[in-house]
């Protein structure tokens, strides 16, 4: 199974709104609505911020959101903190009841 | 609130068996999925499988023929077996519940398989 595709690396300023992005195929993003994003701080366990493409678990932000288009989820981090510099993951459902994870995307905030 | 703690050796010499457990606290392991996924240092997480019970589980293709999870509820912890380890089984081997968006995860245990 292929990792789903994100950019390497994404930026923006205090304040401002970040899109990451998650390309995978009509076998996984484009066909379950599982697709999920997790952030990782460095030394740190992932943490859960979105699942089934757009809902948010309790606890997390409401800055945090979720989207698909196609075969490519989204995540929006919107009011840009310091605390939100992390590597971002995606992943979705398989048709082959696998899951499979993006490559990941670090975020570094100005 | 549930917490997820995995334990195991930390050095694995190569060609042996990795062995893993992860115990859970405060809830019961049945009845949900659980998951294991790794992080070889410095890069991404890769799914290793889920499982639900000794009949229902799913692994990643690429360890299928050396991969076993298992549960034990009297415990209630779960396990992971990977056979015939090389380097590239080098990783941070993290727990987690759930399958498709998992929460919460373990710390995590590094498993470096070396001679």
């Known amino acids: 199974q292929s990792a789903l595709t994100q950019p390497t690396s994404v930026s923006g300023s205090l304040g401002q709104s970040v899109t990451i992005s998650c390309t995978g195929t009509?076998?996984?993003?484009?066909?379950?609505?599982?697709a999920s994003w997790y952030q990782q701080h460095p030394g740190k366990a992932p943490k859960l911020l979105i699942y089934d493409i757009s809902n948010r678990p309790s606890g997390i932000s409401t800055r945090f959101s979720g989207s698909r288009s196609g075969n490519t989820a989204s995540l929006t981090i919107s009011g840009l903190q310091a605390d939100d510099e992390a590597d971002y993951y995606c992943s979705s459902r398989t048709s082959s009841g696998t899951l499979v994870f993006g490559g990941g995307a670090k975020l570094t905030v100005l | 609130q549930v917490q997820l703690q995995e334990s195991g050796p930390g050095l694995v010499r190569p060609s042996e068996t990795l062995s893993l457990t992860c115990a859970v606290s405060g809830g019961s392991i049945t009845p949900y999925y659980w998951s294991w996924i790794r992080q070889p240092p410095g890069k991404g997480l890769e799914w290793l499988g889920h499982?639900?019970?000794?009949?229902?589980?799913t692994y990643n293709p690429s360890l299928k023929s050396r991969i076993t999870m298992s549960l034990d509820t009297s415990r209630n912890q779960i396990s992971l077996r990977l056979t015939s380890v090389s380097a590239a089984d080098t990783a941070v081997y993290y727990c987690?519940?759930?399958?498709?968006?998992?929460?919460?995860w373990g710390l995590g245990t590094l498993v470096i398989v070396s001679s």
């Open positions: 499982i639900y019970s000794s009949a229902i589980n």
């Open positions: 987690a519940r759930g399958t498709w968006g998992v929460t919460p």
């Open positions: 009509t076998n996984d993003v484009g066909a379950y609505n599982s």
